[in-house]
């Protein structure tokens, strides 16, 4: 069983521009939980999806968006960039809940510059 | 609210020596789960507990839930240099579909 799959790997991008990241949950999870993570810091809950509808959302601006697709298959958008949005995003999928075990990908490295 | 404090923050210790870090909050949880992050990875769910006072095992590691539901241990045996990492506690709120709590990790470093 293939595990949860995020592209792309690493990603360098400039203050202003905007960037999409993908992520493909373990087949039969339906819900998808984004995080992000800087160095030193833990785990930034940024929003959750299920059945193609954002069901949680944490406490960051509205320049942090997502969607779900009918495959489970999701995508977080940053629009407007900053340099303290560098970081490691994860997406993480669980069968129905994210209060259930969660199983991450390797995540996506973005670099603002 | 439900948060998790992880102890210690971070540790260095040799090759060989056993390790234990813990997990407490002031509310009682139902489950906890214990991650592993290689650096540049995503975490790992390396054990998951669901009962109070249950004792669990995966190779050299064992994880404990506290009989007060209110903290989990973790232990690694015998460490060795793949051990590295940060390793992070997690435990569902007490509400339905709501987001995983998770502590900030524990640095391991060893020496070898």
């Known amino acids: 069983k293939a595990g949860v799959t995020q592209t792309p790997r690493y990603l360098i991008k400039t203050r202003g521009q905007q960037v999409t990241l993908s992520c493909s949950p373990i087949?039969?999870?339906?819900?998808v939980s984004w995080y992000q993570q800087t160095p030193g810091q833990g785990l930034q809950f940024l929003f959750e999806y299920f059945s193609e509808t954002q069901r949680n959302k944490g406490n960051f601006p509205g320049r942090f968006s997502g969607r779900q697709f009918s495959n489970s298959r999701s995508e977080m958008n940053v629009s407007t960039l900053e340099l303290g949005d560098s970081a490691l995003y994860l997406c993480?999928?669980?069968?129905?809940?994210?209060?259930?075990?969660?199983?991450f990908g390797s995540g996506t490295q973005l670099s603002v510059l | 609210g439900q948060q998790l404090n992880q102890s210690p923050q971070s540790m260095f210790i040799q090759e060989g020596e056993d390790v234990s870090m813990n997990c407490t909050s002031s509310s009682i949880f139902n489950t906890w789960l214990w991650y592993k992050q290689d650096p540049g990875e995503g975490p790992v769910l390396l054990i998951a507990?669901?009962?109070?006072?249950e004792l669990t095992s995966n190779g050299r590691l064992t994880a404990q839930f506290g009989i007060t539901r209110k903290d989990s241990f973790l232990n690694i045996s015998a460490s060795i240099p793949s051990d590295v990492g940060i390793y992070f506690c997690?435990?569902?709120?007490?509400?339905?579909?709501?987001?995983?709590?998770f502590g900030k990790g524990t640095r391991l470093s060893v020496i070898a």
């Open positions: 997690a435990g569902p709120r007490n509400s339905g579909n709501t987001p995983l709590v």
């Open positions: 087949s039969g999870h339906r819900s």
């Open positions: 993480a999928s669980s069968r129905d809940s994210p209060n259930e075990k969660l199983f």
């Open positions: 507990l669901y009962k109070a006072g």
